[in-house]
């Protein structure tokens, strides 16, 4: 989250007071946002040796302050790569207003593989990124990727798919102009991009082979009369969906800070509104309790707030990255070695595994990448 920040004032000292918030304001008038990173203020904090914290959030404003040794309190206001700590002469009156563990500091970018019939399996994949400190940078990585290797004329709206880079399709059908090694170059910094950026990765999958569960059955007692037709596609891909949601949820609790994330997926008509359903449905206590998820742990959501948003991949370039991930754990769970070297740049920040994907291949290590 990019939050802008206001002096924290107490109750003495008002002229001092005042001055502060003249200067808070001479910043800003040429500046679209000062950037407060709550681990800049505990490194800060460390460095200096400095005890205690207090941070306050609103929508847009954070009134944040570090108390020193003597009740004294300072305020670190970073604009840009310089920090620039303020030092203000009065006691800290009032205790530290605790962090409310509500504060939305996480994106999840979700996409699917498998939709088509002729798959056995479907996947739901996708990455966690954190709101003030990666948001940016998997855009940052795409743009990179495509700069180095889409010539000038075709980089405009360019969209990454991992399932034509692979087979040669689409964009990349001419095999002369875009050979196995040259696509497959591309692939592989695709995949490094989690790891790189030290980013989760989670998914959920549905094997289209299993009789519909009773649990599978109930969501898609949340489906629209207009949706019935493709009813068994709908379902597995809500099945599929809401393993990842499970997934995302267990990996929300595992954060060190108690925060909320929000769900952003690729935009598919046929499905959105079902999945809209499944997700409230999941997060419906009383519907969860009488239901066969009654006995699944982690549910009914609690950390993924409001409902999936809907975005293209050229408007949402993250969900390209989702795209690559979807794709590989696909093939690893159809136990495809051909892709097998691009998956193991994906695992180690898969924050978990799947039975189905059965007896280790090649030199897969999962979940030894840092997550943050």
Not at 39 to 56: C, F, P, Q, V
Not at 193 to 205: A, C, E, N
Not at 256 to 280: F, G, Q, S, W, Y
Not at 335 to 349: I, K, M
């Amino acid at each position: 989250m990019v939050i802008h920040p206001l002096i924290a004032l107490g109750q003495k000292n008002r002229q001092r007071q005042k001055n502060m918030i003249e200067i808070i304001k001479r910043l800003t008038i040429n500046v679209m946002a000062i950037s407060v990173d709550i681990d800049e203020y505990e490194e800060y904090m460390l460095k200096h040796n400095l005890i205690g914290s207090a941070y306050t959030f609103c929508a847009h404003v954070v009134i944040a302050g570090l108390r020193i040794g003597y009740g004294r309190l300072i305020t670190l206001v970073m604009w840009g790569s310089v920090s620039l700590p303020i030092p203000i002469g009065h006691e800290y009156d009032a205790p530290p207003t605790k962090i409310s563990g509500e504060n939305l500091v996480r994106l999840v970018f979700l996409d699917e593989s498998g939709r088509s019939r002729h798959e056995p399996i479907i996947v739901v994949a996708g990455i966690i990124v954190h709101g003030d400190r990666t948001y940016r940078k998997p855009e940052q990585c795409v743009r990179k990727i495509a700069t180095a290797t889409i010539p000038e004329e075709d980089r405009d709206g360019f969209i990454f798919h991992a399932g034509d880079l692979f087979q040669g399709a689409g964009y990349f059908k001419d095999k002369d102009t875009w050979p196995r090694e040259r696509r497959f170059t591309i692939l592989r910094s695709l995949a490094g991009v989690p790891r790189k950026l030290r980013i989760p990765i989670v998914f959920g999958h549905f094997d289209k082979s299993e009789k519909p569960r009773r649990d599978n059955r109930e969501i898609a007692a949340h489906l629209k009369p207009r949706d019935m037709a493709h009813a068994n596609d709908i379902v597995q891909h809500m099945a599929a969906f809401s393993l990842a949601e499970i997934a995302i949820e267990r990996q929300m609790l595992r954060f060190p800070r108690d925060e909320i994330c929000m769900l952003i997926a690729e935009d598919t008509d046929r499905v959105k509104r079902a999945l809209k359903n499944a997700h409230a449905f999941l997060r419906d206590r009383d519907a969860v309790a009488t239901s066969a998820f009654a006995g699944i742990s982690n549910l009914p959501l609690t950390k993924i707030v409001d409902t999936p948003h809907f975005a293209a991949k050229s408007d949402s370039v993250p969900l390209q990255i989702a795209d690559v991930c979807a794709y590989l754990i696909l093939r690893r769970l159809l136990r495809r070695s051909d892709s097998q070297e691009f998956f193991e740049l994906l695992a180690p920040q898969l924050t978990w595994t799947a039975r189905d994907f059965g007896a280790r291949m090649g030199a897969e290590q999962f979940g030894t990448g840092s997550l943050v």
